[in-house]
C-alpha cells in the first residue's frame, strides 16, 4: 500500500506502543481472530462487549482488527475527525494500523488486508456501509449483523426509527447471519423488548444495541463452534418489512394528522434529522403576522382531551397544546428556534409577550412560499 493510501485508511493515527497491543502480539495469538466493523457510538459498547470477553483467560477469540468509517467532519467546529469506534479503538491502545477505514467495503487494497488477517468471523453494528459478495467470501465462519428490530420485521437502514414511528410496542433485537438481500440471513437469537410512549430513538437505540451486544457474546461460542449455523432459522419473507433511510423532508410535522401520529413521528426521528413545524405569531395590537420554523423536541399526546378548536395555540401547565386532526391534541414540551438552544415550552411562550401563536396547516413547499 502506498504512503497517500495509508494516510487516506489510517488518518495518521499514532496508538501508544504497548507489549498488549502491538500487531505482532495479535498475529502471533492462538485465539479466533474476529474483524469487527462499526461506526457509531452506539456500536462501541458492542466493541467494548467484545474486548472484555477477549480479555478473559478462557476466551476462544481476539479481535484482530476493526473496520469502521473514514474520517469525517463533526460537531460545531466541524472538524475532521475519526467515527466514535475508531476513536474508542485508539483510547483503549489497539494498533492503528488494524483499524481499517475504506470508502467502501469492496475495495481491493482493502479487502486484501483483511484477507492477510485470515479472520474465522466478522461481527458488524452499525457499520454504514454495503458488504459485496467479496467481503462475505473472506470469513469462513460467516459475517454476522446485530440488527435492531425482530427481524424480518424493519429490515433496512432506519429500524428503530421507523419503529417508533408506526407507533410499535414492542421491538427487539436479532443476531442474524449477513447474505447479499438485505437483512435477510438467518436468526441465530433474538431478544424482544416493550416500548415506552415516550421513549425517544437515541435512547431506544442504545438500549438495543447494549442488549444485542449481551446476546453476541453469548451466543459467540455457539458461532464459533459451527452450531450456531445449524439452529439459525430462515426468516418468513412474506412477513418482511421495510425500514428505509430517513430524509430531511420527511422531518415536516402536519397539524391535520392526529396527535398520536405526530407524536411517534417525534419520537422517531429525534437526534437527526429532528422534527419541524412554521407557526404564525399574531399581534393583535396591529394585525401584523410573522412564521416562526421551530424544531419540535419533545412532546406527549393531550390525555382524554379532544379539541375543537380550529388552529388556536394555548398554553397549559407546562405545555403548548397544539389542535390535530381527528379533534386531537398533541402537548408540545419542549422547542428550538434555529441557531437557538433548546428551551421548554413555558419558556417560549413567556417569549411571546402575549402574541397568539396558531397553527398552519401546510408542507414544506407551501411553507417556503410564506417566507
Known amino acids: 500500500m502506498n504512503s497517500s493510501l495509508m494516510i487516506r485508511r489510517f488518518f495518521c493515527f499514532k496508538a501508544p506502543a504497548t507489549s498488549s497491543t502491538?500487531?505482532?502480539?495479535?498475529?502471533?495469538?492462538?485465539?479466533?481472530?474476529?474483524?469487527?466493523?462499526?461506526?457509531?457510538?452506539?456500536?462501541?459498547?458492542?466493541?467494548?462487549?467484545?474486548?472484555?470477553?477477549?480479555?478473559?483467560?478462557?476466551?476462544?477469540f481476539e479481535v484482530a482488527a476493526i473496520v469502521t468509517q473514514p474520517p469525517s467532519r463533526r460537531d460545531r467546529g466541524r472538524k475532521v475527525l475519526p467515527s466514535p469506534v475508531a476513536q474508542y479503538a485508539l483510547?483503549?491502545?489497539?494498533?492503528?494500523?488494524?483499524?481499517?477505514?475504506?470508502?467502501r467495503a469492496g475495495e481491493d487494497a482493502f479487502l486484501s488486508n483483511l484477507r492477510a488477517l485470515q479472520p474465522e468471523l466478522c461481527i458488524t453494528a452499525a457499520y454504514g456501509n454495503i458488504l459485496p459478495s467479496k467481503f462475505l467470501?473472506?470469513?469462513?465462519?460467516?459475517?454476522?449483523?446485530?440488527?435492531?428490530?425482530?427481524?424480518?420485521?424493519?429490515?433496512?437502514?432506519?429500524?428503530?426509527?421507523?419503529?417508533?414511528?408506526?407507533?410499535?410496542?414492542?421491538?427487539?433485537v436479532s443476531l442474524a447471519f449477513t447474505v447479499r438481500a438485505l437483512d435477510a440471513g438467518p436468526v441465530i437469537a433474538w431478544e424482544k423488548m416493550e416500548v415506552d410512549d415516550q421513549i425517544k430513538a437515541p435512547e431506544l437505540l442504545v438500549l438495543l444495541f447494549s442488549e444485542g451486544s449481551e446476546l453476541l457474546i453469548r451466543e459467540l461460542p455457539s458461532i464459533l463452534d459451527g452450531s450456531a449455523r445449524v439452529k439459525a432459522q430462515p426468516q418468513d419473507d412474506s412477513k418482511a418489512t421495510l425500514a428505509p433511510k430517513i430524509t430531511t423532508e420527511e422531518s415536516w410535522l402536519s397539524f391535520d394528522e392526529e396527535a398520536v401520529v405526530l407524536h411517534n413521528k417525534?419520537?422517531?426521528?429525534?437526534?437527526?434529522?429532528?422534527?419541524?413545524?412554521?407557526?404564525?405569531?399574531?399581534?393583535?395590537?396591529?394585525?401584523?403576522?410573522?412564521?416562526?420554523?421551530?424544531?419540535?423536541?419533545?412532546?406527549?399526546?393531550?390525555?382524554?382531551?379532544?379539541?375543537?378548536?380550529?388552529?388556536?395555540?394555548?398554553?397549559?401547565?407546562?405545555?403548548?397544546?397544539?389542535?390535530?386532526?381527528?379533534?386531537t391534541a398533541l402537548e408540545v414540551l419542549e422547542v428550538q428556534l434555529p441557531g437557538k438552544k433548546a428551551v421548554s415550552a413555558a419558556a417560549f411562550w413567556n417569549g411571546l409577550r402575549g402574541q397568539k401563536l396558531t397553527v398552519l396547516y401546510c408542507h414544506q413547499k407551501e411553507f417556503d412560499n410564506l417566507l
Open 22 to 60: 502491538t500487531p505482532s502480539a495479535f498475529s502471533v495469538s492462538r485465539k479466533k481472530p474476529l474483524v469487527f466493523l462499526g461506526s457509531p457510538q452506539v456500536s462501541v459498547n458492542v466493541l467494548d462487549a467484545l474486548f472484555n470477553a477477549s480479555s478473559s483467560p478462557d476466551s476462544i
Open 91 to 103: 483510547d483503549r491502545g489497539f494498533p492503528a494500523d488494524l483499524i481499517f477505514m475504506p470508502e
Open 137 to 172: 467470501n473472506i470469513p469462513p465462519m460467516g459475517t454476522v449483523n446485530i440488527h435492531p428490530s425482530l427481524l424480518p420485521l424493519y429490515r433496512g437502514a432506519a429500524p428503530v426509527q421507523r419503529a417508533l414511528q408506526g407507533g410499535a410496542k414492542e421491538t427487539g
Open 266 to 327: 417525534v419520537r422517531a426521528f429525534a437526534g437527526w434529522p429532528g422534527t419541524r413545524a412554521k407557526m404564525a405569531v399574531v399581534d393583535d395590537r396591529n394585525g401584523q403576522q410573522s412564521i416562526v420554523e421551530l424544531k419540535i423536541i419533545t412532546t406527549r399526546v393531550c390525555p382524554n382531551i379532544q379539541t375543537n378548536e380550529v388552529d388556536g395555540i394555548t398554553f397549559k401547565k407546562d405545555a403548548l397544546v397544539v389542535p390535530c386532526g381527528e379533534c
